[in-house]
């Protein structure tokens, strides 16, 4: 049998069904945001931008419950997330608020499609490395979420003809600084331990809520995830600047210890 076959085999063994499945309605959610986007219809946009979250979220936990990752799988899932987490809510926020900035409203919808595919690269490069408990960086299904989350926020709010475009190109800039910087962010994706049953309770809550107010809701949680991750990384740099200063402080009380008198 020739090298050339037993490659080609190995390679039709790695695609599983199901997870790519559920990265194939990703992607489909991902295109069809952009279509949305150029007819004007935002709020189905930015809708299907959220459910294309859910089908990601969903195609990890079938691979790894089937045990049907493959590399195939990984590399498929960031092609659709580069569709649906950055061309699309680049390209939503632009015809939503940019446009009337011109250069600077599209080079700042740029930034974040080249950001989102600099995130997921790296990501890419540490995959297969063991579990951890968080990302390092804004997940761009996170940074996607929160750009959709605004635009339904707005229009639930009646806010979309008077939201500033400032304000729009800000968050773009600090979403995509966010998503290229080492802050952790929690992955969720370890299993739940004593804390679980807590767990399930908060999570019950957040569903009903969204349940009620599908668009404020969305839009508190995504502002608390960033925010979360921003705030927990200051506290531990002050944490270790705090622990170096007292390490400093201590040495020469040591050294003035270990001294022999003359």
């Known amino acids: 049998m020739s090298k050339r076959r037993i490659k080609k085999r190995d390679y039709h063994k790695g695609i599983y069904l199901l997870p790519n499945l559920a990265t194939t309605l990703n992607l489909f959610?991902?295109?069809?945001?952009?279509?949305?986007?150029?007819?004007?219809?935002?709020?189905?946009?930015?809708?299907?931008?959220?459910?294309?979250?859910?089908?990601?979220?969903?195609?990890?936990?079938?691979?790894?419950?089937?045990?049907?990752?493959s590399r195939f799988g990984v590399e498929y899932d960031s092609l659709?997330?580069?569709?649906?987490?950055?061309?699309?809510?680049?390209?939503?926020?632009?015809?939503?608020?940019?446009?009337?900035?011109g250069r600077l409203g599209w080079l700042g919808a740029f930034l974040f499609v080249a950001c989102g595919a600099l995130r997921l690269a790296r990501f890419n490069t540490h995959a297969?490395?063991?579990?951890?408990?968080?990302?390092?960086?804004?997940p761009i299904p996170a940074a996607?979420?929160?750009?959709?989350?605004?635009?339904?926020?707005?229009?639930?709010?009646?806010?979309?003809?008077?939201?500033?475009?400032l304000f729009v190109l800000v968050m773009?800039?600090?979403?995509?600084?966010?998503?290229?910087?080492?802050?952790?962010?929690?992955?969720?994706k370890k299993k739940m331990g004593t804390k679980g049953f807590n767990t399930l309770v908060v999570t019950l809550l957040v569903l009903i809520f969204v349940a009620a107010e599908p668009e404020i809701t969305l839009f508190m949680v995504g502002v608390t995830y960033i925010a979360y991750g921003i705030l927990s990384a200051a506290l531990g740099r002050l944490k270790h600047r705090g622990r170096e200063e007292a390490a400093d402080q201590a040495a020469?009380?040591?050294?003035?210890?270990?001294?022999?008198?003359?």
């Not at 996607?144 to 475009?165: E, K, Q, Y």
């Not at 600090?174 to 962010?185: G, K, T």
């Not at 009380?253 to 001294?259: I, N």
């Open 80 to 101: 659709a997330d580069l569709v649906s987490f950055g061309m699309a809510p680049a390209l939503l926020a632009y015809l939503w608020a940019l446009s009337p900035y």
């Open 172 to 188: 773009l800039y600090a979403l995509s600084f966010l998503m290229v910087s080492s802050i952790p962010y929690p992955s969720f």
């Open 29 to 69: 959610c991902g295109f069809y945001a952009v279509i949305a986007s150029l007819e004007g219809h935002f709020w189905r946009a930015a809708a299907a931008v959220i459910v294309a979250g859910l089908f990601d979220n969903l195609d990890g936990r079938i691979a790894r419950a089937t045990r049907s990752t």
């Open 252 to 262: 020469p009380l040591e050294e003035s210890t270990t001294e022999t008198p003359t």
């Open 144 to 165: 996607a979420g929160m750009v959709a989350a605004t635009v339904l926020f707005c229009g639930r709010m009646g806010l979309s003809g008077s939201i500033p475009p």
């Open 128 to 138: 297969g490395q063991g579990p951890s408990t968080h990302f390092t960086g804004l």
